[in-house]
């Protein structure tokens, strides 16, 4: 089956700057890649997400590569913001559409 | 996206008793799963539930400890039976799809605490 690893487990960044999240996957014929931020006491929330034909998306300051070549994918928070501190979880997916996901990583933003 | 409430949002319960956990869609979705969130840890699917068909549960749960039901395409339950305090954890339900948009929406959580 899928096995998703996700780096680093703990990450803090200061206001404004940027943050990258890094994951690995197995399965080759995984093809969806989303990524959540949960927040204390909150199920997780979907922040962006990516197809195996894309290599990059956007969305404001949120941003998604994938190299399918290399089987990785990572998150980038540009402009951080103190509302950005949460844990945040990769995920993976092929045919059998079941989420596989990372070990989260938390995400601290220093004001 | 589909909007997903589950109740009860969390519970301390006796060991040895059971709660039923639901969770109810605004739109109808084919594939709903259930998913254990550990202390500080991630999510690990228990098990994909559609409608009209017997749950298939993941490696490690079984349906005597985690029966679940999906009567209708916008509701499931999830109970867990005979607890004891290592099945304190997060449980979350999640569907695929639903308001016309692809992707996976997760509910609330309830947060079970077995004492």
């Known amino acids: 089956g899928e096995n998703v690893e996700q780096h680093p487990s703990t990450l803090s960044v200061q206001e404004g700057d940027s943050a990258v999240i890094k994951c690995t996957y197995s399965?080759?014929?995984?093809?969806?890649f989303p990524w959540y931020k949960q927040e204390l006491g909150k199920g997780p929330q979907l922040i962006i997400d990516i197809r195996s034909n894309v290599g990059e998306k956007k969305d404001q300051r949120i941003a998604v590569t994938l190299n399918k070549t290399a089987k990785h994918f990572s998150l980038h928070i540009t402009e951080t913001q103190p509302e950005d501190s949460a844990v945040y979880f990769c995920?993976?997916?092929?045919?059998?559409?079941?989420?596989?996901f990372g070990t989260g990583t938390r995400l601290t933003i220093i004001p | 996206s589909a909007v997903i409430s589950q109740k009860p949002s969390r519970d301390i319960c006796q060991r040895g008793t059971s709660l039923t956990i639901q969770c109810q869609v605004d739109s109808q979705v084919t594939m709903m799963f259930w998913y254990r969130q550990q202390p500080g840890q991630s999510l690990t699917l228990i098990a994909t539930a559609n409608q009209g068909s017997e749950a298939t549960y993941e490696s490690g749960f079984v349906i005597d400890k985690f029966p679940i039901s999906r009567p209708n395409l916008t509701f499931s339950t999830l109970t867990v039976s005979n607890m004891s305090p290592e099945d304190s954890s997060i449980y979350l339900c999640?569907?695929?799809?639903?308001?016309?948009?692809?992707?996976?929406?997760f509910g609330s959580g309830t947060r079970l605490t077995v004492v």
């Open positions: 399965d080759s014929a995984s093809n969806y």
């Open positions: 995920a993976a997916t092929g045919g059998n559409e079941k989420l596989t």
């Open positions: 999640s569907v695929e799809g639903g308001g016309g948009v692809y992707g996976y929406t």
